[in-house]
């Protein structure tokens, strides 16, 4: 099955596309990639994007024009990644304007019937709403598929995603090939709060801490970490989903003042260590044994970021996703495909033990294709 996965994270940063073979195998799928790619967000979009999100407020209209707009952003990249390939179906995470885990609300938009009709494929989209109906956060989905795909029955293993929210997914080998053992749940910040950081203090010239550029010339300032450790939502146990609404702009006007008293540098490198710091202090506590660290996303490209984490965790390889051979900046993308097939199967894709749904849900809606065709091509795949 031909299948095109597209996801624009909280970071606003790209649009990561990833076309893959998918086949079923067993309880999972093989996953062969036929290309991948991470297109910059125009920065008009990503302009407007910042307009209506957390904490501004926008119109009903506003967002009735990005929903279209991103549609068309999707579209277009979609069809230069593709050159006219054919492709059996498409599964767009879209974009998510607001996220409230815990009062099960979540909102994504960029119109799926646009991909449709550029593609003239099925389209799986609206992935998290059917979780946040049956009482869930809608977040963290992926740690599904990251039991199907790196689940390994030799050795403990945690996945790490460090796109603008960091999060994880701990595989123990007992859980190997049964998603239902499987916990995961948003850490906190990764690349939002920096990069949030980085734009305001060089006045947009940056958009993020190149290759860790500022973090490596800077010192962390040890009080101002443990204050921002000292924030609720790290103390909090699983379920737990966060986003720009937390760890966004509000949390940077919480810390202000010390913030203000920091250099670029200096700032950079203890935001930097908030993200090791939490994140290492999460895996400590799952209490596996040693296990192997595989991080996805855009974060992976921040070699001062890995650096930290795997100096917090010295007993532990810290890995990109790269040596399971997904690329760390389309895993995301390939995730959501694999959810896309699962939804036309059928088949219950959330985790209540990861999202605190009341019970297990098939995800998606679809903007349909000759679906007839499409639905006997799963049946055919699913039976050999």
């Known amino acids: 099955m031909i299948a095109l996965g597209i996801m624009s994270g909280t970071s606003l940063d790209g649009i990561d596309v990833a076309l893959v073979d998918l086949q079923p195998k067993g309880t999972g799928y093989r996953v062969e990639m036929f ?12 302009q407007s994007l910042q307009s209506v999100l957390a904490p ?23 069809l230069e990644i593709v050159d006219g390939r054919p492709v059996d179906f498409v599964a767009s995470h879209g974009q998510t304007l607001w996220h409230d885990g815990a009062r099960s609300i979540t909102l994504q938009v960029g119109d799926p019937f646009l991909l449709r009709e550029a593609l003239h494929a099925t389209v799986c989209y609206d992935f998290r709403s059917a979780d946040c109906a049956a009482g869930g956060h809608g977040a963290p989905l992926v740690p599904y598929v990251d039991a199907l795909l790196l689940g390994d029955r030799g050795e403990d293993r945690v996945v790490v995603n460090l796109g603008g929210v960091a999060n994880l997914t701990a595989l123990p080998r007992r859980a190997a090939g049964d998603p239902s053992a499987v916990l995961g749940f948003d850490v906190g910040p990764a690349n939002l709060t920096l990069d949030a950081f980085v734009q305001a203090r060089t006045g947009h010239r940056l958009r993020c801490d190149v290759d860790g550029a500022l973090a490596a010339a800077g010192r962390c300032d040890a009080a101002l970490l443990d204050e921002m450790l000292a924030d609720p939502y790290f103390a909090q146990m699983p379920p737990k989903s966060t986003g720009r609404e937390h760890f966004g702009a509000a949390f940077l006007d919480l810390h202000a003042r010390r913030l203000a008293a920091l250099s670029t540098a200096d700032g950079a490198a203890t935001l930097t260590e908030l993200v090791a710091a939490s994140l ?10 040693r296990p192997r660290v595989l991080c996805s996303g855009g974060g992976v490209r921040n070699p001062v970021l890995l650096a930290r984490i795997a100096a917090r965790l010295p007993d532990m390889r810290v890995e990109s996703t790269a040596v399971m051979g997904i690329d760390p900046d389309a895993k995301e993308a390939v995730a959501f495909a694999v959810l896309g097939y699962e939804t036309l199967r059928g088949r219950p894709a959330n985790l209540p033990s990861v999202t605190g749904a009341r019970h297990r849900v098939v995800l998606g809606g679809l903007a349909p294709y000759d679906l007839s065709s499409l639905l006997a091509k799963v049946a055919a795949e699913c039976r050999g």
């Not at 290309?35 to 990503?46: E, F």
């Not at 707009?69 to 277009?76: D, K, P, Q, V």
């Not at 290492?280 to 044994?289: E, F, H, K, P, T």
């Open 56 to 78: 501004r407020e926008g119109s009903t209209r506003m967002v009735a024009e990005l929903h279209q707009r991103l549609g068309r952003a999707f579209a277009e990249v979609a």
């Open 35 to 46: 290309a991948s790619q991470t297109a910059p967000m125009p920065s008009d979009l990503a």
């Open 280 to 289: 290492s202090q999460a895996i400590r506590a799952l209490g596996l044994d």
